[in-house]
């Protein structure tokens, strides 16, 4: 039965290598198209102004974005990068490195609000040289939310971003009280500025295009980034529009916590369908693709290595010998470990990877036992159990049962010991006793028959 099971995962290893052979085939380009310079990124270095967009949710996939653009704008030897904001916000942990990212640049960094720069985007903001708004734009509102958009009433993480806020406001000498109110609103504040304007516990502070510039939180008002680029005395220059390309924006997509967890889903729910009701073939095919794109997206947004892929496919390769060759368990508990590794560490998020894995891992298990259920007779289990019956309706010829002789006598033809033939009738029977011994050319009598087997009692 092991054998054949192997034969047939042996038959479909062409196919599956196949379809990895094509998804790495697809996406080797994607992978070279995400890291060469954009179209328009002039051939020599020169004077130019990179303006590059953040007009999206601030997450680990637009760090990476922004890693590589700055990093174009470095070795062209730009002169001035324009930051393009219009966000709503997003991840503190990768606002942090944004800030990071700009605060160690060469090049001078100018942020041009258009429309918002809330949150996370307020911070963004504050750590570039100067800030240029688009009339009727805000910025600000920068309190520390969860997932549906409540406050988090953690002083900890509360007084790490104010003074993460602080820091930034200080970075070009703004004031950092209106950064603080940005972010805690249980402080109070009154701006000299904007006719004594105070906001009191339970309110936070977002300030128009013209109530940042005469607070010092924005230097000018423009209504377009090629005003912008005038006002800074930089209209004769080159103009770079840095995009992300298709293969950003689809990690990007990918990256979310949604997509990336569902991913996991079709990837754990395929294998392991294939593994437990193997034959159909479809279903490991896409849970291939799902790893797949998995580690595609994180690799792309610059998150996985190759040993993420190696780790991966040791803990799948583990998993699948561990059906054919029982270890006790070792081998299944090498290649889960194996497998966690590999997703976890592709991840940007351990913590949130090692989560979305564990939905995964549930949704995924009640998606095989539904499935097991539906096909339990193709179920690899089914390797391993003698389903055969020796029936009449599988052309066996089952042994005559003889019931007829319950209650006959007859003579021991030769000792019983407790095993030997009787006559009875015009027939010899083979029979046998309760253990007792009987000796030759004895009286027996039939007390039961079971199928074939004959069981007598001397009669006395």
Do not use: C
Not at 76 to 105: F, H, K, M, P, W
Not at 282 to 308: Q, R, V
Not at 309 to 331: A, Y
């Amino acid at each position: 039965m092991r054998s054949m099971a192997i034969r047939r995962w042996l038959i479909r290893l062409p196919l599956m290598l196949l379809v990895m052979g094509m998804l790495v085939a697809t996406a080797l380009p994607l992978m070279a198209a995400a890291n060469e310079p954009t179209a328009e990124t002039p051939p020599i270095n020169g004077p130019a102004v990179y303006v590059i967009p953040i007009k999206q949710t601030i997450e680990s996939g637009l760090q990476s974005f922004l890693e590589r653009a700055f990093q174009e704008a470095e070795e062209a030897e730009a002169e001035q990068i324009i930051l393009v904001i219009n966000t709503y916000g997003g991840r503190v942990d990768s606002a942090d490195n944004i800030g990071q990212l700009i605060q160690n640049s060469p090049i001078p960094t100018v942020a041009y609000v258009q429309s918002n720069a809330i949150s996370a985007g307020a911070y963004i903001a504050l750590n570039a040289d100067q800030i240029v708004m688009q009339p009727n734009s805000s910025i600000g509102d920068a309190a520390v939310v969860d997932g549906t958009g409540e406050l988090i009433d953690n002083p900890k993480i509360t007084s790490m971003w104010v003074s993460k806020m602080k820091a930034a406001a200080e970075l070009n000498d703004r004031d950092p009280a209106i950064a603080i109110k940005m972010v805690d609103p249980n402080v109070e504040l009154t701006i000299a500025e904007l006719n004594n304007k105070t906001l009191g516990k339970g309110e936070l502070l977002t300030l128009t295009s013209q109530e940042a510039l005469a607070v010092g939180y924005a230097e000018h008002i423009a209504g377009s980034v090629e005003e912008t680029i005038d006002w800074l005395g930089l209209g004769q220059r080159t103009v770079i529009n840095v995009d992300l390309t298709f293969a950003e924006n689809l990690a990007t997509w990918l990256t979310s916590p949604l997509i990336r967890t569902l991913l996991l889903i079709i990837g754990i729910a395929g294998v392991a369908i294939e593994l437990v009701v193997p034959g159909f073939g479809a279903p490991g095919i896409i849970g291939i693709a799902g790893f797949g794109l998995y580690f595609f997206a994180h690799f792309i947004a610059g998150f996985a290595g190759l040993e993420s892929v190696v780790l991966f496919v040791v803990g799948i390769g583990l998993l699948i010998i561990e059906l054919f060759i029982p270890s006790f368990g070792i081998l299944g508990f090498l290649g889960i470990g194996s497998l966690v590794a590999g997703v976890v560490t592709a991840a940007y998020d351990t913590e949130n990877a090692f989560y979305s894995l564990l939905i995964a891992f549930g949704v995924a298990a009640v998606l095989v036992v539904i499935f097991a259920i539906i096909f339990k007779k193709r179920g690899i289990w089914n390797r391993f159990i003698l389903s055969d019956s020796l029936t009449k309706e599988a052309g066996y010829i089952p042994a005559t049962s003889r019931e007829d002789l319950l209650d006959q006598e007859g003579v021991t033809l030769t000792p019983l010991r407790p095993s030997g033939t009787v006559q009875i009738g015009e027939e010899r029977i083979d029979v046998v006793t309760s253990g007792q011994f009987i000796a030759q050319n004895r009286p027996v009598r039939v007390i039961k028959v079971e199928g074939t087997r004959v069981i007598v009692r001397e009669i006395v």
